[in-house]
């Protein structure tokens, strides 16, 4: 069954800290693995695509990275802030379908 | 760079009336995606269009409908419209059946009351 699975499913962290967000998954066969950020409201926006050859990629603070061989993934945010507060979505395609993780949902503290 | 529009972006419907939500893909994108998201819910997956054909169904009601156009914009009819249905609906285009570019509009806010 494709799944994707995130975790935590909520985080609450000092403004100018760093998180890891994590995201596991079973979909097969796998294209892509997208993280959005979604604030409250509104649609979501990606921070990173990666491909089934690509372990590492950067969006300004947040760093995603992509295990195909485990099927994980995390987004790494360095030097938190109050504007980082929001869900944070992780979607991976494959084949024909698009499934959305439940989103960790983050809230950066002053 | 151009992204995917939606109109309108607040919307408030009584029970039982009719609501058309809009859809502009980001240039020269051939796929849309509706997606319905409750209050503190996961998106649900509504419908897809693929050079105007409709290419995959999800959880959308029959009260609801959608086309795609000749210009790949896309709209989302709801009618006989419930409490249930208050939510915020997107839509996301890409180019082609690989998602290549898949990009989300900021949403339409629906209330219905």
């Known amino acids: 069954k494709n799944q994707v699975e995130q975790s935590p499913q909520s985080l609450i962290i000092l403004e100018g800290k760093n998180c890891t967000l994590q995201?596991?998954?079973?979909?097969?066969?796998?294209?892509?693995l997208r993280w959005y950020k979604q604030d409250t409201g509104r649609g979501p926006v990606s921070l990173t695509i990666?491909?089934?050859?690509?372990n590492t990629k950067s969006n300004g603070r947040y760093t995603a990275t992509l295990d195909a061989d485990t099927k994980q993934s995390s987004l790494h945010i360095t030097a938190s802030q109050l504007s980082d507060s929001a869900s944070y979505i992780c979607?991976?395609?494959?084949?024909?379908?698009?499934?959305f993780g439940k989103g960790t949902r983050l809230h950066i503290l002053p | 760079a151009a992204g995917v529009i939606q109109s309108p972006r607040h919307l408030i419907k009584e029970k039982r009336e009719t609501a058309t939500l809009k859809c502009y893909p980001i240039?020269?994108?051939?796929?849309v995606y509706w997606y319905q998201q409750g209050p503190g819910q996961d998106p649900q997956f509504l419908i897809s269009?693929?050079?105007?054909?409709?290419?995959d169904k999800g959880s959308i009601p029959d009260r609801f409908s959608a086309q795609q156009f000749s210009d790949y914009h896309s709209e989302l009819n709801m009618s006989s419209l419930e409490l249930g249905d208050s939510a915020l609906y997107f839509c996301?285009?890409?180019?082609?059946?690989?998602?290549?570019?898949?990009?989300f509009g900021s949403g339409t806010r629906l209330t219905v009351v």
């Open positions: 990666m491909t089934f050859s690509e």
């Open positions: 995201c596991n998954y079973t979909v097969s066969p796998f294209s892509n």
């Open positions: 269009f693929y050079e105007k054909m409709q290419s």
């Open positions: 996301a285009s890409s180019l082609g059946r690989t998602r290549h570019g898949y990009t």
């Open positions: 979607v991976v395609t494959g084949d024909d379908k698009i499934i």
């Open positions: 240039p020269r994108h051939d796929t």
